[in-house]
C-alpha cells in the first residue's frame, strides 16, 4: 500500500512570511499532483510534476518533485490571506491509475 | 462551464435508505473516477472507469456500494442500505489520454448525511 505523509498537518502565519509544506513516501510514484481545497468544495489541480528533480512555479508557488519521485514540497513565498485553504499532494503508483492522498496541510493566513 | 459536475451537491437521508449520486466528466474525458473523503483527510480511492468498464474498485466499495456508467459519459453511485459512517463527500474526477492520465480534475463533490 502506497502512503503519503504531508506535514505540517496544520500551519497558522502572518501575511508576508514564507512556509514550506512537505510531503514524502516510501514509494515511488509516477507522477505527483498537488491539490488545493476550500471548505465544501472539491480539491483544485494546482500542479503535476513527473521528472525527478523537476521544479516547477506558479507565480509566487514554487513545487518540487525529490530526485528519487517519492517526496515532493511546496513552498509558498510572501503568503497571502487567499492562500489560505487545505494544501493535498496526490501521487499516482506507476501501475494504477488511483491518486493516492497524503492527509493535508490546513494553511491559515492571518491578515 | 465545462468543468465536472456532480448532483446533489447535499444529500440528508435516515440510516436505512438508499442514495444515488451523479457525475458528468469533462467531456471526452475518457476516465471516471470516484473518491470519498471524511473530514480531516484526504480523498479516499473507490472506483474509476476506462469508458463504460469499470477497471479497478477499492475494497473500501463494499457490497453496499455500486458504480456505473453505461455509456462511457456520466457515472452514478449508488449506496444501498445507507450507514452514518457512510457520511462524508463523495468526489467524482476525470482524466483524459492527453494527459497521461496523470491530471485528474475534481467535480465540486456531493456532501452526504446520514442520520
Known amino acids: 500500500t502506497q502512503l503519503l505523509e504531508q506535514s505540517p498537518q496544520f500551519l497558522s502565519i502572518q501575511e508576508g512570511e514564507n512556509l514550506t509544506v512537505y510531503c514524502n513516501s516510501s514509494?515511488?510514484?509516477?507522477?505527483l499532483q498537488w491539490y488545493r481545497q476550500e471548505p465544501g468544495e472539491g480539491p483544485v489541480l494546482l500542479v503535476t510534476v513527473v521528472t525527478g528533480g523537476e521544479v516547477k512555479k506558479l507565480k509566487r508557488l514554487t513545487f518540487q518533485f525529490g530526485d528519487a519521485r517519492k517526496d515532493s514540497s511546496l513552498h509558498i513565498t510572501a503568503a497571502q490571506p487567499g492562500d489560505t485553504g487545505l494544501y493535498l499532494c496526490?501521487?499516482?503508483?506507476?501501475?494504477?491509475?488511483?491518486?493516492?492522498f497524503g492527509e493535508g496541510t490546513q494553511l491559515t493566513v492571518n491578515p | 462551464d465545462t468543468g465536472v459536475s456532480q448532483d446533489p451537491r447535499h444529500k440528508i437521508t435516515k440510516r436505512g435508505q438508499n442514495v444515488t449520486f451523479r457525475c458528468d466528466p469533462i467531456?471526452?474525458?475518457?476516465?471516471l473516477y470516484w473518491y470519498r473523503q471524511t473530514l480531516g483527510q484526504g480523498p479516499e480511492f473507490l472506483t474509476y472507469?476506462?469508458?463504460?468498464?469499470?477497471?479497478?474498485k477499492s475494497r473500501l466499495l463494499s457490497d453496499r456500494f455500486s458504480a456505473e456508467r453505461p455509456k462511457g459519459s456520466f457515472s452514478t453511485l449508488e449506496i444501498q442500505r445507507t450507514e452514518q459512517g457512510d457520511s462524508a463527500m463523495y468526489l467524482c474526477?476525470?482524466?483524459?489520454?492527453?494527459?497521461?492520465?496523470?491530471?485528474?480534475?475534481f467535480g465540486p463533490g456531493t456532501r452526504l448525511t446520514v442520520l
Open positions: 467531456s471526452e474525458h475518457n476516465r
Open positions: 472507469f476506462q469508458n463504460e468498464a469499470q477497471l479497478e
Open positions: 514509494s515511488v510514484f509516477s507522477s
Open positions: 474526477a476525470s482524466s483524459s489520454r492527453g494527459t497521461g492520465y496523470n491530471e485528474q480534475f
Open positions: 496526490a501521487g499516482r503508483g506507476a501501475s494504477g491509475s488511483r491518486l493516492t
